[in-house]
């Protein structure tokens, strides 16, 4: 079954570090996503992509954060300068061209910042 | 605006007993409703979806849902818990063919007694 998957499983930065994510979509998936959970809150929807481009976004993605796909596999989430509350487990998904809006997430990507 | 409801944060039921998460929806247009679950230390996984085709939607593990518009819910049942089915169990809105996102609840977490 094709997944989707997300580098690294966990990560520790110090506040103000820089962090990148790593997914890998699901091969023939054209719209990418990334999502996240705080400890203990609901999952909330950070920003989407096709085309090359961000197709929409939430308050949430400020400008300390920007994703790309640089390589035409890889999509990346980079966080500029961590913040303690940006500690959350970050998700990726795909989903296809058509289809009732089923999204495949990936297992996601822990970010601790102390 | 779309969003949806879970009631009960945890749900506990005994080995071979109805499982029921409860969830109510809002949406000012005909949703796309989904229901997802969260292992321990992996992504969400797709448990089923209504798309305004049958109201009564079958998932799998033995999982179903029912869409009841003049109640908004879409709660999740299954016959007889089984010890595997402990998780996190997200419902999720969406709307359209078109719409770019999910909008998840809070979560339920289900305990299986055994």
């Known amino acids: 079954e094709p997944e989707v998957t997300q580098t690294p499983s966990h990560q520790v930065t110090q506040m103000g570090q820089e962090v990148i994510l790593r997914c890998v979509p699901i091969?023939?998936?054209?719209?990418f996503y990334w999502y996240r959970q705080i400890l203990g809150q609901k999952v909330e929807f950070l920003v989407s992509?096709?085309?090359?481009?961000?197709?929409?976004k939430s308050e949430i993605f400020d400008d300390q954060f920007s994703v790309e796909r640089p390589d035409g596999s890889n999509f990346t989430l980079k966080i500029r300068s961590t913040k303690l509350e940006d500690s959350a487990m970050y998700f990726c998904?795909?989903?296809?061209?058509?289809?009732?809006?089923?999204?495949?997430f990936g297992a996601g990507s822990r970010l601790t910042v102390l | 605006a779309q969003s949806v409801t879970q009631l009960g944060s945890h749900v506990s039921v005994s080995e071979g007993a109805l499982v029921l998460l409860r969830c109510n929806y809002s949406?000012?247009?005909?949703?796309?409703l989904f229901w997802y679950v969260q292992y321990p230390n992996q992504g969400l996984q797709l448990l089923l979806k209504?798309?305004?085709?049958?109201?009564l939607v079958k998932g799998i593990n033995g999982f179903e849902a029912e869409f009841k518009k003049s109640e908004t819910s879409f709660h999740l049942t299954k016959p007889s818990a089984h010890m595997s089915d402990a998780a996190e169990y997200f419902c999720?809105?969406?709307?359209?063919?078109?719409?770019?996102?999910?909008?998840f609840g809070t979560g339920t977490r289900l305990t299986v007694i055994p």
């Open positions: 992509f096709y085309n090359n481009e961000i197709s929409e």
């Open positions: 091969s023939n998936h054209l719209y």
């Open positions: 999720a809105v969406s709307v359209g063919t078109g719409a770019n996102n999910l909008f």
């Open positions: 209504y798309t305004s085709a049958a109201t």
């Open positions: 949406s000012s247009v005909p949703p796309y």
């Open positions: 998904a795909s989903r296809e061209d058509f289809g009732a809006n089923v999204l495949t």
